[in-house]
T-cell receptor
Framework: AQSVTQLDSQVPVFEEAPVELRCNYS??????LFWYVQYPNQGLQLLLK??????LVKGINGFEAEFNKSQTSFHLRKPSVHISDTAEYFC???????????FGRGTSLIVHP | DSGVTQTPKHLITATGQRVTLRCSPR?????VYWYQQSLDQGLQFLIQ???????AKGNILERFSAQQFPDLHSELNLSSLELGDSALYFC???????????FGPGTRLTVL
């Protein structure tokens, strides 16, 4: 069975600082990995996805993530955050015979001025 | 704007009642997924329809049911509502049977 662990429920950071949101998955087969962002009172929006190929994936709004198969991780990074990045971030995985994504519990990114 | 629409945005009702949530997928998308998001459970997958047929079932209660119509819009029916059913209900769509999904803005259900 696939599962996703987002290690931090909340990450506070100052504006213009770098940030990393951690995501680990459990699956013994090939995976598709996703990061979604949810702004207050809105639905989830796809930030980036890893399907195959290069392990470094670039997404919208300056975010990127690196797929690390040996560590079963897919951490999300941004070199310099803005106040407008304050949101909930969800990691999701599709693996094996399942075609339904499993979502992590989410990480709340709080950017302070 | 993801292209997925959901109505209504907000719904307030009483315990024991029945409600219907509606979703229109992005143009060209054949799959519709329903999710429930609550503070204690996180984002839970309920059910998926693909081109009118039920494709996958998740943690959907027997009091809940869904269908997808020939025009590909979908409805989620929630009956015998309980206080614990209060949550955000999201619809998502995708072109095929799997892959990345586009989410609607959600319907916030409050059961009093």
């Amino acid at each position: 069975a696939q599962s996703v662990t987002q290690l931090d429920s909340q990450v506070p950071v100052f504006e213009e600082a770098p940030v990393e949101l951690r995501c680990n998955y459990s699956s013994s087969v090939s995976v598709y990995l996703f990061w979604y962002v949810q702004y207050p009172n809105q639905g989830l929006q796809l930030l980036l996805k890893y399907l195959s190929g290069s392990t470094l994936v670039k997404g919208i709004n300056g975010f990127e993530a690196e797929f690390n198969k040996s560590q079963t991780s897919f951490h999300l990074r941004k070199p310099s955050v803005h106040i407008s990045d304050t949101a909930e971030y969800f990691c999701a995985v599709i693996s094996g015979g399942s075609y339904i994504p499993t979502f992590g519990r989410g990480t709340s990114l709080i950017v302070h001025p | 704007d993801s292209g997925v629409t959901q109505t209504p945005k907000h719904l307030i009702t009483a315990t024991g009642q029945r409600v219907t949530l509606r979703c229109s997928p992005r143009s060209g998308d054949l799959s519709v997924y329903w999710y429930q998001q609550s503070l204690d459970q996180g984002l839970q997958f309920l059910i998926q329809y693909y081109n009118g047929e039920e494709r996958a079932k998740g943690n959907i209660l027997e009091r809940f049911s869904a269908q997808q119509f020939p025009d590909l819009h979908s409805e989620l029916n929630l009956s015998s509502l309980e206080l614990g059913d209060s949550a955000l209900y999201f619809c998502a769509s995708s072109e095929g049977t799997s892959g990345w999904q586009f989410f609607g803005p959600g319907t916030r259900l409050t059961v009093l």
